[in-house]
T-cell receptor, first 114, second 115 residues
């Protein structure tokens, strides 16, 4: 069975602070995909990033960066210089080769205060 | 281009009734997935269709059913509604086949309240 754990239920930061959202996953699959999605108050989940299990290279995309460590089954997501518009619920998700069946964590509510 | 559209946006039903939720994927997307999101939790997988065939089913009772039409739109049906079915129902579409790790594009969901 697959499982995604986001231990941080809520995080509150002041604008311009950096913030890291933690994600730990469990799977028996050797090939899988990891995702981060953002859910603003409107309810529509928005895709942010995707990583496959064979690519542990960590990247930076604008203010977003992620740290994928297969050895610890973690896929953490960092927002640098946070902005009020970053306030949302962030979900980490794990998909096997049938990625339509993604398993989501329970989300981390990020509040960025001005 | 239009994103994933879902209808209706809100729905109120009473216990025992039946409900049909509709989803139109992004043009060109052949895969549609349905998720249930209870308040305070992450989305839970219900069904996935690709090229009009069911490719996956989550741990939901037989009261839940779905289908995908030739134009790739989809319906989710729930019979004999229970109070616990109250949730946000999300539809997601993707362009490539599920096995390719396709990223999902979500609609805004249908908020179902069962009284």
């Amino acid at each position: 069975a697959q499982k995604v754990t986001q231990a941080q239920t809520e995080i509150s930061v002041v604008e311009k602070e950096d913030v890291t959202l933690d994600c730990v996953y469990e799977t028996r699959d050797t090939t899988y995909y990891l995702f981060w999605y953002k859910q603003p108050p409107s309810g529509e989940l928005v895709f942010l990033i995707r990583r496959n299990s064979f690519d542990e290279q960590n990247e930076i995309s604008g203010r977003y960066s992620w740290n994928f460590q297969k050895s610890t089954s973690s896929f953490n997501f960092t927002i640098t210089a946070s902005q009020v518009v970053d306030s949302a619920v962030y979900f980490c998700a794990l998909g096997n080769t049938n990625a339509g069946k993604s398993t989501f964590g329970d989300g981390t509510t990020l509040t960025v205060k001005p | 281009d239009a994103g994933v559209t879902q209808s209706p946006t809100h729905l109120i039903k009473t216990r025992g009734q039946h409900v049909t939720l509709r989803c139109s994927p992004i043009s060109g997307h052949k895969s549609v997935s349905w998720y249930q999101q209870v308040l305070g939790q992450g989305p839970q997988f219900i069904f996935q269709y690709y090229e009009k065939e069911e490719r996956g089913r989550g741990n939901f009772p037989d009261r839940f059913s779905a289908r995908q039409f030739p134009n790739y739109s989809s319906e989710l049906n729930v019979n004999a509604l229970l109070l616990g079915d109250s949730a946000l129902y999300l539809c997601a579409s993707s362009f490539t086949s599920p096995e390719q790790g396709a990223k999902l594009f979500f609609g805004s969901g249908t908020q179902l309240s069962v009284l």
